[in-house]
């Protein structure tokens, strides 16, 4: 029984991850949070001092979900 609650919680996991990729047509979050805000990704870049680390682009990218 708690087998397949994990296997569902792997599938449901992997699903979301899927489903995201191929809205924005990439895994990376940075290219989400570019595509998300309708930016460049060179752009986005500059707007972080330096280039941005997956933590970072991640945090954005759940502010511009649900932060609104």
């Given at each position: 029984?708690?087998?397949?609650?994990?296997?569902?919680?792997?599938?449901?996991?992997?699903?979301?991850?899927?489903g995201?990729?191929?809205?924005y047509?990439?895994?990376?979050?940075c290219?989400?949070?570019?595509?998300?805000q309708?930016?460049?990704?060179?752009?986005?870049?500059?707007a972080?001092?330096?280039?941005?680390?997956?933590?970072e682009?991640?945090?954005?990218?759940?502010?511009?979900?649900?932060?609104?």
């Open positions: 029984m708690l087998f397949r609650g994990l296997i569902g919680i792997v599938i449901l996991i992997l699903a979301a991850y899927g995201l990729t191929l809205y047509g990439s895994g990376d979050p290219r989400m949070l570019a595509k998300e309708d930016t460049p990704l060179d752009e986005l870049r500059r972080f001092s330096e280039e941005p680390s997956k933590r682009c991640v945090d954005e990218l759940w502010r511009e979900w649900f932060d609104r």
